[in-house]
């Protein structure tokens, strides 16, 4: 394969979730998608992204964690068979909040980060 080409695979295969942007992702699903599992978030983020953006277990939990002892969401224990139960998380209204000025935050930096690679 060219050189060239396997730069653009590489390119193209990376999945890092942008830094600082995590949460914004989570409180994002789980406001458009509704209640649901840290496993269900991952894969609505990615299948979101159109299998651009993939959530790491080792990231999501922490990130999950975090949100909850924030107030920005809530979780409760239910059944999933007989043997297994999941963990439902679910904004909450400080979580919605949070998400607006995430949003803005974000927008307002990507615009500035716009203005800065723009040709002149």
């Known amino acids: 394969m060219h050189r060239q080409s396997m730069i653009m695979a590489d390119r193209k295969s990376k999945t890092d979730i942008p830094p600082g942007t995590l949460d914004m992702l989570i409180l994002k699903t789980l406001r458009r998608f509704g209640p649901m599992h840290g496993y269900g978030v991952a894969k609505t983020i990615q299948q979101t992204s159109d299998d651009i953006l993939k959530v790491e ?13 924030k107030g920005w969401a809530t979780a409760e224990w239910v059944q999933a068979g007989p043997k297994r139960r999941n963990r439902i998380y679910s904004l909450t209204p400080e979580g919605r909040k949070q998400l607006s000025a995430e949003i803005s935050d974000y927008r307002r930096v990507s615009a500035a980060i716009e203005r800065v690679i723009e040709p002149a």
């Open 57 to 69: 277990e080792g990231s999501l939990y922490p990130a999950l964690q975090r949100i909850l002892l």
